[in-house]
Nanobody, 120 residues
Framework: QVHLMESGGGLVQAGGSLRLSCAASGSFFSINDMAWYRQASGKERELVASITSNGGTNYADSLQGRFTISRDNAKNTVYLQMNSLKPEDTAVYYC??????????????WGQGTQVTVSS
């Protein structure tokens, strides 16, 4: 059973920073792409950033360089460093990972979500 566990959310003032972490646990062959999504109240879930197994990254245009995604393959962990936070960044942040099982089946997994609240 594969499990994604997020941590690092919380309440921060506008202009502050937070670092989210997401660790994959369980038995699997490898992890392909990892990503962070977010869903604000009353809105659809949207991609924040993604990273390939080789470190290639992709970001939502709206972030304007404020967020940085990274990963530690040895720890099966992906991070999201969020700087210059704005109230509009308030959302539940979800970790996503495409994981290859031992029988070479590729499946999509989600974490339970972590709340980020930015006060003005």
């Amino acid at each position: 059973q594969v499990h994604l566990m997020e941590s690092g959310g919380g309440l921060v003032q506008a202009g502050g920073s937070l670092r989210l972490s997401c660790a994959a646990s369980g038995s699997f062959f490898s992890i392909n792409d990892m990503a962070w999504y977010r869903q604000a109240s009353g809105k659809e879930r949207e991609l924040v950033a993604s990273i390939t197994s080789n470190g290639g990254t992709n970001y939502a245009d709206s972030l304007q360089g404020r967020f940085t995604i990274s990963r530690d393959n040895a720890k099966n962990t992906v991070y999201l460093q969020m700087n210059s936070l704005k109230p509009e960044d308030t959302a539940v942040y979800y970790c996503n990972a495409r994981i290859l099982s031992w029988n070479r089946t590729l499946r999509n997994y989600w974490g339970q979500g972590t709340q980020v609240t930015v006060s003005s």
